[in-house]
């Protein structure tokens, strides 16, 4: 940029639809291919279109992975449907620097956050448009999507956070969130 110039910031957010667009921009597709072994009916997850979209995410990432000092902005959506009595929901993950956190916020749809502290206490926050939720630092974190319609989410997070997902793919979260009567509610 020079002295005095008036510019457009390079990437943008539709608040109709809530893509983003610009440069640099990065889109990750889950598939339910993708997400092995986060459900528990492995049956009914082995019987759904393994090219069924899951979730997507895009992400504005300014400066390289692992900078101290900058911000990453993504934008998650999660499809809506279930495996079994379980809803599509991401991966989840802790930071990999354990004392980074984040915000997300709701931007359309409803679906719930699950939280996980170390020690396993596991609980959850209603997302929906307009909830704001502040992901504290040593707490893994999962977006499930309760709706009928999409979850769209959006997301700031240290770009020296990373991403520890071996963690929950080994010994996953303490409790899941499942439809009962038509309604979710946390079991163990
Ligand atoms: C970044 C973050 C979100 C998630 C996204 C997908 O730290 O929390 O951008 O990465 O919701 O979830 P995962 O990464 O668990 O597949
Ligand atoms: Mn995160």
Redo the contacts with the bound molecule.
């Keep these: 940029m020079k002295h005095l110039e008036i510019m457009k910031s390079p990437v943008e957010l539709n608040l109709n639809d809530y893509r983003m667009t610009g440069e640099p921009v990065i889109n990750q597709v ?1 598939k339910i291919k993708d997400i092995p072994g986060i459900f528990q009916d492995e049956k009914a997850y082995s019987e759904m279109n393994p090219d069924q979209l899951a ?1 997507t ?1 895009q ?1 504005w990432m300014p400066v390289a992975e692992g900078t101290p000092g900058g911000l990453f902005f ?1 934008v ?1 959506t999660i499809y809506p449907g279930k495996v079994g009595n379980e809803y599509f929901m ?4 802790f ?1 990999s620097l354990g004392d980074r956190a ?1 915000f997300y916020w709701g931007l359309h749809g409803k679906g719930m956050l699950i939280l996980m502290d170390r020690e396993r206490n596991t609980w959850a926050e209603e997302v929906y448009p307009g909830s704001l939720h502040y992901i504290r630092d040593e707490i893994a ?3 499930a999507n309760t709706g009928n319609e999409k979850l769209i989410v959006g ?1 700031c ?1 240290p770009s020296d ?1 990373g ?1 520890d997902y071996e963690e929950i793919a080994k010994n996953g979260f303490s409790a899941r969130l499942v439809e009962v009567e038509g309604k979710p509610i946390m079991i163990v």
């Design positions: 889950r979730y995410v992400a993504g998650s991401t991966k989840g993950h930071h984040e974190h999962r977006l997301a997070w956070a991403h």
